[in-house]
């Protein structure tokens, strides 16, 4: 396909795949796409293991990595201790926890400040010392895309990108984000619209993205990837006849075959409607779109506590929805009430379980049915 | 262009345009697409003179009308005495209001049970006579399409549309909505997304319109309009690569030349950004995207009241904002900064006042463009 993106990252179709699963990773870039492993949350030894993993299995065509390194952390060198930061954490929200937890008849096992220290690691890995030691890992793997989730890319990522021929790409939810990001030299922008999963701003991909598309070119900027909602090949085409290089996408790959997905949430995921989603501050403190579940209707309910700033929320939320997920695969109904994952409105669109290469293999063949449906309509 | 709704409708574009204003209507149609008077709010006798105008102006070309008929009145009989409905009305309320104004200097002429006495005239309207009344009105013009903005529409609209070979259409937010509306045999649906301006639901135009266009397909229903956030060309290309026959308009007509939108919030539309809307429930009493200014800011802030249900907050907010549409349209500087007026996200595209068929024109050679991207993309 002709489009700035294949060019740049060495594809022929561009769908790229953002995934915390190396096999879903490995089979899009076998397939033609381009698979991103999520690597928010491991170490860097992890870090290490998973991208040879790839290297092994994705018979060497490209892939790339993404991380989350928000700029609050970044290089700003503040660093409160672990005791400082378990201290800050209200009893109000504990004892909320709890009681939602007891609720259901879920036990508060690893709901401590145990797996909150064990938590508390990751975030070293976000100063500016643990992402220097990520991005040599990183950059020691033939990767050729490396994105931020969240805000500007530290400079050492855009530097280390520049020098190794990695395109730098960044997430934004607004215009104004997205001429920043340019200013600070990224290769690829991507523009996520509010009914995206995970962190999202308000704006809708049906606006977002030809506005940004607008923004960036009216500057010669560089190309921009759609996101948000997009789990078909008609919607990624849609994008395209928008302006858009090509679509980035998450939730789709929730429900695949290889994705290790709780199977409950899985189940949940396929069984949902568009609207089955919420925008919510109540597991990491940052506005992020999930399945709605009890769990999340709790915490959008009168009376309950205002949800902390990130990180503290997720020092919240992470040990009890992992307790949640744990025995929900275990079959505890109650648990399974609750479990929820980040998922975007697209969610209502996902109502098979395919694999990894079968849903490349849908886009293809749905982006080339849009494109005729438009054909036939302006009578080419 | 090949469109059911071409077809259907007598056009050769279809792009629909929702407008309060006569001239707008006339000059899409004339341009080739097609006009839509929004008539909620107007007497028999204006009904009678509004499309008496358009009669008259619009060269023989095709138009539509929209009618605001809540299934919560049409039919049920129920009917509060308008004093009784006045004295429903919380104090904690008009305070609120009258405080708000204050604080900015408008004073509270004609906000007032005087004014609120005026309006509940309107509620009379969508009584089952009423309705029928408007409808005797309506069906004694050419119109060639007939919609209800909320909820399905009636059944006397239905029988008279099928009786007089006039398209029945409908407004829907969600999947269940759309196949609802089919059921009760409505010609045409229109898929509005969260985006849009005015009362819309949270899933975005494009996660909807692809999920409704399949599951009407599915069942070989009616033709999709795709509406919410769409002001150019390349969007309402995007939505029929998607599935739909086409697009419905609202905002993008606000800021044209012919439109009666107030001159301050024009302006403010020009200069807006697609983040300065929001979708609260302080207008209506259902959840309706505005312009974001203080007064909508006020009515999100902490310990504001919550808003009544429909028609009572209505009775709240108008009588306030038509003072202040008129003190600012005077200079006044305080009653500039609070006024607002329903508007979608794709106001941030809205940068230009251009003539009602300048738009028209520029939809058709931004789809074309958009057309010609994707076709590049696929190397046809």
Chains 1, 2 share one sequence.
Not at 207 to 225: D, F, H, M, R, S
Request: hydrophobic share 45%.
């Amino acid at each position: 396909m002709d489009s700035r993106i294949c060019d740049m990252l060495g594809i022929d179709f561009p769908l790229l795949a953002f995934s915390h699963c190396r096999d879903v990773v490995a089979e899009v870039s076998k397939a033609g796409g381009f698979g991103v492993l999520g690597a928010a949350g491991l170490s860097t030894e992890q870090l290490e293991t998973e991208l040879s993993w790839i290297d092994d299995h994705v018979g060497g065509k490209p892939y790339g990595l993404d991380l989350i390194v928000p700029n609050k952390f970044a290089g700003k060198g503040e660093e409160l201790s672990e005791d400082a930061v378990l201290a800050a954490l209200p009893q109000e929200h504990k004892d909320f926890v709890a009681g939602l937890l007891q609720s259901r008849d879920v036990d508060l096992v690893g709901v401590d400040d145990a797996t909150r220290r064990e938590m508390l690691g990751f975030n070293r890995n976000i100063t500016p010392e643990g992402t220097k030691a990520m991005l040599d890992v990183a950059f020691s793997h033939p990767i050729r895309l490396i994105a931020n989730a969240l805000g500007i890319p530290p400079q050492p990522m855009i530097e280390m990108g520049k020098a190794k021929g990695v395109a730098v790409a960044a997430l934004v939810g607004a215009k104004s984000h997205a001429l920043r990001q340019m200013q600070a030299g990224v290769d690829i922008l991507i523009a996520a619209g509010g009914e995206a999963g995970g962190h999202c701003g308000s704006v809708s991909t049906m606006v977002l993205v030809p506005e940004i598309c607008e923004a960036v070119a009216a500057q010669n900027g560089p190309p921009v990837l759609a996101a948000g909602g997009i789990v078909t090949g008609r919607q990624m085409a849609a994008c395209m006849a928008m302006g858009a290089a090509g679509a980035w996408t998450g939730s789709v790959w929730l429900t695949t075959a290889e994705a290790e997905t709780n199977p409950v949430v899985k189940q949940k995921m396929l069984a949902a409607g568009s609207s089955d989603t919420v925008r919510a501050r109540s597991r990491t403190g940052k506005p992020s779109r999930q399945l709605r579940t009890p769990w999340t209707d709790a915490w959008e309910a009168e009376g309950a506590p205002e949800p902390l700033a990130m990180p503290l929320q997720s020092l919240i939320s992470e040990p009890a929805l992992k307790r949640i997920d744990k025995l929900s695969e275990g079959g505890h109904k109650g648990a399974q009430e609750l479990a929820t994952y980040w998922v975007g409105q697209g969610v209502g669109l996902m109502n098979e379980s395919l694999t990894a290469r079968q849903v490349v293999q849908a886009f293809r063949e749905d982006f080339v049915t849009a494109y005729e449906r438009l054909a036939k309509a302006v009578g080419a």
